[in-house]
């Protein structure tokens, strides 16, 4: 078998940016939210089939309790994040604005553990990829993609390298970091566990070089804990955001590219959050399967900028009350980072499994500026890790030009804003590309319907 070698530094790659970094909670130990009265557990918390409720109004909950799920391939099962009674199943309206079913749980404050929980048996990647489904554990650094289907490799893929994403990027958010600061014996069992049932041969723990307290933190763990000649490093990267894209990431730790249009496995690599990486861990160690997480809430208009641990589900008023509330009403409210997250619409929504930081932005923070003309300047073609061509999908976009999208790949574009960013006339080219992108699909959707006439 070929010898993989780790690298000394990381290897260099195309394009991003550097945004303002605004860790503000780096350094503050994560709080944990008192039991809410009420939590509301959306059917789609993931990517993939929506799940189907297992209860109905009237029944009694426990903690743990698995409450819906779905047969499908890609999904993930939700479980009750309290204890208490099902109030209600209704539609709730999702940060896209789809409308999907909910179940309502009325807390009866006793958080009365499930008798049903008790840590799994695992003696095979079968049985490992089984645990990891029947725990609800999806993609905790923002993309929600069920764990299980990850971990699910092709048997024609040959992934030696498992890369541990602690880029976390994005301005303001945290999780990732405290958790490693807090936990990070759970990062390296995850870590040794996947490796070993997955038979993988090489792990590189890829981290920002803004947080020298976790590289450390990491580093005498991988030390006090292995055996010398074992396959882990921790690989400090420069902070640049997106470093925490796959693609990047991958290219940054191995050299390798990820083909166009391709998964990691291509490159023979499997990714991994911090967080879900850690969460395996517990879950084997406890069987509680994913029922909080951790969570940065942060911005200009948060009194305390904290780390708060909150049972899923959870109002999204009640967390930025508990840090103390708003300390002026906030110009733009998001669920993620201010690159890639989901502007809200109000704070009536309610905390899921895949979302990484609540940020209330003042209108500083949120730089609304109106676009101006182009002035072929190319700063957003530099600024692209994909090496598109955002001006051209962009005017593509504008001009519902399916053909000139597709030719420009515009579904290669990962929607890291990194061009709009980089652009001094402030034009809208993410946005515009994720139009383009929405075209593309709606095109395909058309001439498959003709074709199946
Ligand atoms: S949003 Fe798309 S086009 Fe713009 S920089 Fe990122 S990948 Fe490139
Ligand atoms: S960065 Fe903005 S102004 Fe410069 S070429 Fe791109 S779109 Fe035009």
């Not at 890790?385 to 790949?409: I, K, T």
């Not at 890291?416 to 980089?422: M, N, Q, R, T």
Request: net charge neutral.
């Amino acid at each position: 078998m070929l010898e993989l070698s780790f690298p000394n530094r990381p290897y260099r790659t195309k394009g991003g940016v550097h945004a303002p970094h605004n860790k503000n909670t780096a350094h503050k130990e994560s709080v944990f939210l008192p039991t809410p009265s009420m939590v509301v557990l959306p059917m789609t918390q993931h990517i993939g089939a929506p799940c189907k409720p297992l209860v109905k109004v009237g029944d009694t909950v426990d903690v743990g309790q698995k409450i819906a799920a779905s047969d499908a391939f890609v999904s993930a099962p939700i479980h009750a994040s309290v204890s208490g009674k099902v109030k209600k199943i209704d539609k709730v309206t999702m940060p896209s604005g789809s409308k999907v079913d909910a179940i309502f749980i009325e807390s009866d404050g006793e958080m009365r553990l499930s008798p049903d929980i008790k840590p799994p048996q695992v003696e095979s990647v079968s049985d490992l990829i089984a645990a990891v489904r029947e725990s609800g554990l999806v993609g905790l650094g923002g993309a929600g993609f069920p764990t299980a289907v990850k971990l699910s490799i092709p048997p024609d893929k040959n992934v030696d390298t498992m890369v541990i994403n602690v880029a976390e990027c994005e301005p303001y958010i945290t999780s990732d970091h405290r958790e490693i600061l807090e936990n990070s014996w759970d990062v390296i069992s995850g870590i040794i566990t996947v490796k070993e049932f997955l038979n993988i041969h090489r792990v590189i723990v890829g981290i920002e070089d803004n947080k020298p307290d976790a590289i450390k933190a990491l580093r005498e763990t991988v030390d006090n804990s292995l055996d010398p000649d074992d396959e882990i490093r921790v690989l400090p990267l420069k902070a640049t955001y997106p470093q925490g894209a796959e693609k990047v990431l991958i290219k940054a730790c191995t050299g390798r590219e990820v083909p166009m249009g391709g998964l990691p496995s291509d490159a023979g690599c499997l990714v991994m959050n911090v967080g879900s990486i850690a969460f395996i861990a517990r879950y084997l160690k406890t069987g509680v399967p994913l029922i909080s997480r951790r969570l940065t809430v942060d911005g200009g208009c948060i009194e305390n900028p904290t780390n708060v641990i909150v049972p899923i589900g959870t109002p999204i008023k009640e967390v930025i009350d508990f840090v103390g509330g708003y300390r002026e009403q906030p110009y733009k409210l998001l669920m993620g980072g201010p690159m890639m997250g989901v502007a809200l619409p109000n704070d009536e929504l309610y905390i899921m499994k895949q979302n990484n930081a609540i940020l209330a932005l003042s209108e500083k923070e949120a730089k609304h500026s109106e676009p101006s003309a182009c002035i072929r300047c190319g700063k957003c073609l530099d600024a692209c890790p994909m090496r598109l061509q955002p001006v051209e999908l962009s005017n593509a976009a504008d001009r519902g030009d399916v053909d000139a999208l597709n030719l420009y790949n515009a579904m290669n574009c990962m929607e890291c804003g990194c061009c709009s960013f980089a652009c001094p006339a402030k034009r809208h080219l993410v946005q515009n590309i994720r139009v383009g992108k929405a075209l593309i699909q709606k095109a395909k959707r058309e001439a498959a319907e003709k074709g199946g006439k």
